[in-house]
């Protein structure tokens, strides 16, 4: 039987990933993580050099979710990648993508420089992925390093540039936990908009 994705799942989706983003303070818990385990009191600024910390830090959070949603849809199809899926299955993840960007971006309140800066972000995300797929074979006939994700990189800027060691593994951490939360968000999306 053929499992239908709506575009109004990408919707719900984004209201999910908001509000967990919010409601479950994940980027604020894991600025107080990292803070607390580190002593590092001194990254702290006041209440509005904290909010833009936790702000800039959720963008980069919510690019890593929606890639990691990019990345898993196919598996409701029952497949690995979107090269195996048919057209019609890749128009119902396209429509889906559009609808889960429209409705972030109606949250966010998005002019038309914000959506593609967001875009081109998301597009960097993307590209390293491919990298990284590609360098896997290398990696198991030699000794070549993997190429992190962009999100390690910019939350340590972001978090601790001072102790930039400590704040890439601090992220490096935390973006796994938010692609578990993202895959979770996905899984429980389509498993209520397919009841």
Same mark, same amino acid.
């Given at each position: ?35 607390? =385990? ?50 019609? =299955? ?106």
């Amino acid at each position: 039987m053929a499992r239908k994705l709506f575009p109004s799942y990408g919707s719900a989706l984004a209201n999910s990933l908001l509000a967990a983003l919010d409601r479950e303070r994940v980027v604020g818990g894991f600025v107080a993580a990292y803070v607390s =385990e580190y002593g590092r009191r001194g990254i702290l600024g006041g209440p509005s050099r904290d909010r833009e910390l936790a702000e800039t830090i959720g963008r980069e959070a919510m690019l890593a979710m929606i890639h990691e949603v990019r990345q898993n849809l196919p598996r409701f199809f029952g497949k690995k990648q979107r090269a195996a899926l048919r057209t019609e =299955e890749k128009e119902a993840m396209d429509a889906f993508s559009r609808e889960l960007m429209a409705a972030l971006g109606r949250a966010w309140h998005w002019d038309g420089e914000d959506r593609r800066q967001f875009r081109r972000d998301l597009l960097l995300y993307s590209e390293c992925a491919m990298r990284q797929a590609k360098a896997a074979d290398t990696r198991k006939r030699g000794k070549v390093q993997a190429e992190e994700p962009p999100f390690v990189g910019r939350v340590a800027l972001l978090l601790d540039p001072s102790m930039l060691d400590q704040a890439r593994r601090a992220a490096r951490k935390f973006y796994g936990d938010i692609g578990r939360l993202a895959q979770k968000l996905l899984r429980q999306t389509l498993r209520s908009g397919s009841a």
